[in-house]
């Protein structure tokens, strides 16, 4: 089995991408790739992978403003309330894409739904005092995506739901989060 580091993989999944916009923009100048819906479906796997890249980076650093670049407000604004509630909880999550692959895509003019199947590594750490705290290796979720077209053409994403998620190792719990103090005596 071949082992890549984290960053190559990331590196792996956008060339992919960029690969696949490059054959979909292909087709299209040779009007063979069915119109717009082969350089939309370019635009929704490029859209998906840097959501993923924007919500990695948001947990990281706990801010998920970023996420109005990839993701209706609504979204955003889900992301963000998530986030939170692990923040009240003291615990800050660190996410690792492993694999990215697209199942299934259905384009309409202005929306479209994906099926993506991906694995997740996850780390959480303690907000106060940085201590790792739990660790969650391969999660694999199969996800449903809905999208929706905007005024300028940009494709956002309005929605994401788990079909179904499994575990294939069971997580391994290091430590519990250090109480944060209460801004309310």
């Known amino acids: 089995m071949l082992h890549l580091s984290t960053r190559m993989r990331r590196v792996l999944v956008v060339a992919i991408v960029f690969l696949g916009c490059g054959v979909a923009a292909a087709l299209s100048m040779c009007g063979s ?3 717009s819906s082969s350089a ?6 490029a859209l998906i992978v840097q959501y993923n890249e924007t919500l ?5 650093t706990m801010d998920m403003n970023p996420m109005q670049e990839v993701a209706t407000l609504e979204q955003a604004e889900d992301e963000y309330i998530y986030m939170s509630s692990l923040a009240e909880g003291g615990v800050r999550l660190d996410a690792t894409l492993v694999d990215l692959a697209f199942v299934r895509f259905s384009i309409e003019t202005m929306s479209a739904q994906v099926e993506t199947r991906e694995t997740w590594d996850y780390r959480h750490y303690g907000r106060e005092d940085g201590k790792l705290l739990l660790m969650q290796e391969g999660l694999i979720y199969d996800l449903a995506y809905d999208l929706e077209k905007q005024a300028d053409g940009r494709w956002l994403v309005s929605d ?7 575990s294939t190792v069971e997580p391994t719990r290091i430590a519990t989060p250090t109480p944060i103090p209460s801004e309310n005596p």
């Open 33 to 35: 790739g069915g119109g």
């Open 40 to 45: 939309d479906e370019a635009a929704i796997r």
């Open 56 to 60: 990695i980076s948001g947990y990281r």
């Open 160 to 166: 994401v739901r788990a079909i179904s998620a499994t």
